[in-house]
């Protein structure tokens, strides 16, 4: 009888195991709305859009200020979590690359949601061109950019 129980108890185990491991590998939604201004993330303005899904709580900016006005506001382990956790999306292209290694172009005329006028590029050549080809703005690393204050 004691085996039978046993018996039981580790496939019980095994079984509550096994379940948490496919809820913690199940696809996270990611959000449709910005978490500081609120402002829906479409089709139209998710190039412009921060997604971030591998924390407890995904979350989403409509504008590349809004994550920083947030990250401003928040406790260094939180400003840690969306540096590590951020994706930005590539402006010409859409791709999503880390938000901590993508370089930026602030002041090139380029009209974002919140009007914080902020883009992100994969590799400083693409921004140095973009700056180029717009005759103004400022290429910035995200070190630069989360220094810049956003309101």
Known sequence: MRT???LAGVVLLFVLIWTAGIVETAEKKAPTQCE???MKITAANKSL??????VLSPMAFDDIGCAI????GECAMRQEALDDNARAHDYETGASIAMAKAVY???AGVKTPMSHGVVAF???EQAKAFV???GKGKVLSYGDLIMLEFE
């Open 49 to 54: 859009s921060v997604m971030v899904t591998e």
């Open 36 to 38: 500081v201004c609120g």
């Open 69 to 72: 006005k947030w990250r401003d």
């Open 105 to 107: 172009v602030r002041g």
């Open 122 to 124: 994969a590799s400083k």
């Open 132 to 134: 180029a080809k717009q």
């Open 4 to 6: 039978k129980t046993f």
